[in-house]
């Protein structure tokens, strides 16, 4: 059974070695809540539960994404526009990161400069979390959809004489942490999140 053991401190190389003397098996360290994720035989739970350094065991369960809005007025509803010209937060200097089903880095999310006619994407960082895959890309649709809320600079694909709204995001200038955690289907698990705040909260991102 997949699960997650808390421990009563960061658990280090014995509490995992303890598990594996009861046949489990590591699979995610998540120091960050003092856990780790475990294949574990059910007959061993109990007496993994019994030990004294062990705060609780959970099932790894799983989880899924919602279906998206078109939220067209989302900047509009938090002021964010009066925040960008009174105030000049537009996001700059900071990494917002999506823990969800991916981002794929579609032309809105991409900077300009014209001055020097230099451009780049805004995803600045992508970690797959979604077991048995390295792909990054966003194969549900949320993911990208909720980077659209927050950091579409230029509204380039909403913006000419066919559109009558140029959207663009609550940060437009903020760069994104693309961290996936939810599969094609919109399905992913409890530690795969975990390890994704994890990653994101880390000194290195």
Do not use: C
Not at 21 to 38: Q, R, S
Not at 94 to 106: F, L, N, P
Not at 121 to 127: A, E, G, H, P
């Amino acid at each position: 059974m997949d699960v997650i053991i808390q421990f009563n401190q960061t658990p280090a190389d014995a509490h995992h070695q303890k598990v594996q003397n009861k046949g489990g098996a590591l699979k995610t360290k998540l120091d960050v809540i003092k856990a780790a994720h475990y294949s574990v035989p059910v007959g061993s739970l109990q007496s993994l539960a019994d030990d004294p350094d062990v705060a609780y065991i959970s099932p790894n369960r799983p989880l899924s994404g919602t279906s998206t809005s078109t939220l067209d007025y989302a900047a509009e509803t938090v002021n964010a526009p009066a925040a960008r010209k009174q105030w000049g937060l537009d996001g700059t200097g900071i990494g917002v990161a999506i823990i969800d089903s991916g981002v794929t880095a579609v032309g809105d999310l991409y900077w300009w400069i014209p001055s020097n006619q230099t451009y780049g994407s805004r995803v600045v960082y992508s970690q797959n979390f979604v077991p048995g895959t390295t792909d990054t890309s966003d194969l549900y649709g949320h993911g990208t959809h909720v980077a659209g809320i927050i950091a579409p600079g230029a509204g380039w694909f909403s913006t000419g004489f066919n559109f009558i709204h140029t959207f663009k995001g609550i940060a437009p200038n903020a760069n994104i942490i693309n961290l996936r955690v939810l599969d094609q289907n919109g399905v992913g698990t409890d530690s795969s999140v975990i390890a994704a705040i994890q990653t994101a909260i880390s000194p290195e991102i």
